[in-house]
């Protein structure tokens, strides 16, 4: 009986874990000063920085090449060497953003996002601004190339505020002018780019560049002169064919010959045909396998008999060269990639293996010593903390639910409260019959009436039916600002039907009070959400690049208390991630 009153008073037990914890304390000073130990015969770091230099300039080369797979392989073996990063921040940056070019330039839109992705959290490490202006412009073409133009204008347009000279400048107003053109907006791209046809904004060195770009201008303002029926389209045309044979632009000069096809189509058929005939010899010279599908394409339109025969086997021929290509290209990839973490786990393991015949002998003096303390303490836990979890667990659960209580009269006192007593005194004091102060009573309630179905909302019941993973988005997309990146990944993956009902509504929640909490913290500029299923369980990771300050932690700590209590209610798990200089990051795992 004696035994079960101390077992029972929580004094006792409180003494009990103070113990475990001190055996836990033991075991991990005694690992830390095997590591110590262990950083204390590692080699000096080694300078990589011109094996890193050189593995950059050859992938360049074979990037300019179009050799893309040989550039890829390059570019991950200089990114392989940049570790730190810290250390080459640049480099990284520089071969990461290459790699996600490269994979735009072969259509793998997926593959350049995530390469972004991996840019985004070292930008401010960067000493060069332009990775930043680049970062955008690549994101805002992959927009553009998956129709997601609202999007790229976004993206453009943080590059233009970045563009420090009026070459620049006007290179993303072009890139903008062709997003509004893809929508049918005329006449602004018409608006946009007549003041930049009038003089050439000259490239700062090269004037190659100048002549190119003004070209491709001139392209993109005449097929909007051409859909709005103005005349000048031709002369536009003709002085960008002028340009581009003179620079011998054969993979722009499809495009201009492709106008110039569109213009006389149905006025002078024959020469209509002839600038197709043109178009589809750049081509063949540019060696595009899709501009001469296109070309193809439109001259089996154009022709007859013999002609429509030739043109139309050769049509076969590209499309089936095109393909099998790509799967080509895509299982050629799969084993480069494959080859290069290959190499670079078998350097990791030759550097393992020779730490680790310095410390053997370190490492058996400790170990009999660490396996005794770690086995007492899992002993001493097995028995002692079922019963601690037990009543922690239902005085938690209670907690949570009176949280979200306090939390919905917390808001309704300190939200509302304030802008109910200025409406009424406002009422009270002026003349409502004025049109200006009727007005301004009239914003008040509406403003009340927003802040009353925020707070609904967030506290509403929540549909888990087949409605529930688009009505899930649109609460995360919510919290989403132009100066809020936010990438979710494997939503659509997750068989939401599968999923018990009240984990749903668990999940829900608790993304919405993060994201609540993280939304206080103004240096987030980038989060990922993603959702994955491992081991008949839900894992959802969230990770961000916010850096906060030692009290910051603290303060985010005990606000996502009610957050750690939805999940264990489930019997699921939070992994709090250590802070780093790249962010913050949280790991939710429930079982299915």
Known sequence: MKILYFIKNRIFLKYILIFLTILLAGAILLYKSNQNETKAVEQKKKDNSLEIKKYIGKADVFFDRSSYDTAYLFYKKAIDLCDPIDDYADDYVYSELSIANLYQNMGNFIACEESLLKVFPHLKKTSKPKFTYNTYTILAYNYYFTYDYNNALIYHKKALRLAKTPYKKTVIITDIALIYSAQKKYKEVIDILEPLTVKKIRHE?????TDNDYSLLLNTIGYCYYKVGNPKALDCFKKSLK??????????LVSTYGNLAMVYSKTNPKLSKKYTEMQYISSCKSKSASF????????????????LEQYSKEYVKIIDSIMSSRKQAKNQFSIIKYESKTDKEENLKLKAEQAENELQLQYHKNRNLISYIVIA????????LPLYLSIKGNKEKKEAILESERRISNKLQNELTLTVQNTLAFAKGKDLENSENKNHFLNSLDEIYNQTRKISRENSSIITDEKYASDLKEMISGFKTENLNMFVNGLDSIKWNKINKNKKIIIYRILQELFYIMKKYNDVSVIVLSFKIIE???????????????????????????VENRIKTTNGTINFANYTENGFKINFTFPL
């Open 292 to 307: 001469k599908a296109n070309s193809l394409a439109e001259l089996i339109k154009k022709s007859g008999g013999k002609e």
């Open 377 to 384: 303490f899992i002993l001493g836990a097995l028995l002692l």
């Open 243 to 252: 340009i581009q044979l003179r620079q011998k632009q054969d993979y722009e």
């Open 205 to 209: 060195s090269d004037s190659t560049k």
């Open 536 to 562: 008949k369980n839900i894992t959802l990771t969230y990770t961000d690049n916010g850096i906060k300050s030692q009290n910051d932690r603290i303060i985010l700590k005990n606000d996502l208390q009610n």
